[in-house]
């Protein structure tokens, strides 16, 4: 096992302890006995306490492993990291005394992380109980129930040297969609860095990234073939216009001619000319303007998959809407609860609308007909 969150009770379904064991172990069959894990519940704490006794709230300081403890339980704590970084120790040790990993699979994360090894890792790193970035915690919060238990969720990964002490490892990377393609781009196009971690993976003869057409659409050969391969079009110009804006950083009423001469795409661009720009921001205005322009005798059927979804997303564009009578909406938050929000904000929300229920605070409950008719009463 290459990683897994901590501390997380195994038994979660959405450990990754769980989903090696249910998908690999008893999938495929193999032999537990011969398998490295990482188990939180046989990690030993201090005095043989359990994690939710040790860090109540699931809460992990690693800035104990610098600092004196102030309380008694923080003395516990700080005992407590010093043995799980023992046993990353030992673990790696574990991996190195058989020859290291001879098959690596896995996929690339927000910020070209492989294991749990995010942006900024050491290509030497090994097996460590350690803190990720916010895109990392963004992704997880899906799995772990919100934000608010992610960003305070540890992990324990391999390292980047484990992956890659054996010359003869096989590694393979799946990636898919266009939001994959900034970090294949950078793992494959740059030179090794610790700014892109699946750049250590040119270590290894035996490498190979398996991509979708998105995940390598940024690739200099598939820019070059969209570019090339077929007549140019309105959307070529847009597009190497606004990427070399965002290339060089600048705003497009600050390009010059001599920007989009010396440019590989933009110097491809049909009769080009001091015009080009101008004509592309005013095309991508109409699109705007097109986006934006009113509707009228229209129904709109809202969904989202979490509780503020419609609000971050669309709550501007909804209330655009609905200033015309002639339009309808109808909303619905259909969340399973744990996969979406945590348990305890859900029933939180639900007190909330209990305690103005039973005070009658809530007049909307008085009609009906609320929607169709009460509304217009008060």
């Not at 699946?198 to 035996?206: D, F, G, K, P």
Request: charged share 25%; aromatic share 12%; net charge negative.
């Amino acid at each position: 096992q290459i990683d897994e969150f901590y501390p997380i009770n195994p038994a979660q379904h959405n450990s990754f302890y769980n989903y090696v064991m249910k998908y690999y172990v008893q999938g495929f069959g193999l032999d537990p006995s011969r398998g490295l894990f990482i188990n939180c519940n046989e990690i030993p704490l201090a005095e043989g306490k359990s994690f939710t006794e040790v860090f109540p709230g699931c809460k992990v300081d690693l800035s104990l492993r610098y600092r004196e403890a102030k309380t008694s339980l923080e003395k516990l704590q700080k005992d407590s990291i010093y043995l799980i970084d023992e046993w990353c120790t030992k673990y790696e040790e574990k991996i190195r005394e058989l020859g290291g990993i001879g098959f690596f699979l896995g996929g690339i994360g927000p910020d070209g992380h492989i294991a749990f090894n995010v942006r900024g890792s050491d290509h030497h790193s090994t097996t460590r109980l350690t803190e990720v970035n916010f895109e990392t915690q963004a992704v997880a919060a899906g799995d772990l129930g919100g934000m608010e238990v992610a960003r305070n969720r540890l992990v324990i990964t391999i390292g980047l040297e484990t992956i890659t002490l054996n010359p003869e490892a096989v590694a393979i990377i799946f990636a898919a969609g266009e939001a994959k393609a900034p970090m294949v781009k950078d793992a494959l196009e740059q030179k090794p860095s610790n700014l892109y971690p699946a750049s250590v993976l040119t270590r290894l003869r035996n490498a190979r990234f398996y991509l979708t057409q998105g995940a390598a659409s940024l690739f200099h050969d598939q820019v070059h073939h969209y570019y090339t391969s077929t007549p140019w079009t309105p959307e070529k110009t847009e597009r190497a216009v606004v990427d070399l804006c965002s290339r060089i950083n600048k705003f497009g009423e600050r390009l010059v001619l001599e920007d989009l001469k010396s440019d590989n795409w933009c110097s491809l661009i049909p009769e080009l000319n001091h015009d080009t720009v101008p004509s592309v921001m005013e095309f991508i205005k109409e699109k705007i303007k097109k986006g934006t322009a009113p509707l009228r005798n229209q129904v709109f059927y809202h969904t989202g998959p979490h509780h503020d979804d419609i609000m971050l997303g669309l709550l501007p564009y909804i209330h655009r809407m609905l200033r015309d009578e002639t339009n309808t909406a109808h909303f619905a938050v259909m969340t399973s609860g744990f996969n979406a929000v945590t348990n305890a904000f859900l029933k939180k929300i639900l007190d909330d609308v209990l305690y103005f229920l039973d005070r009658g605070l809530i007049q909307m409950t008085d009609y009906p007909d609320f929607f169709e008719r009460g509304y217009k009463l008060h």
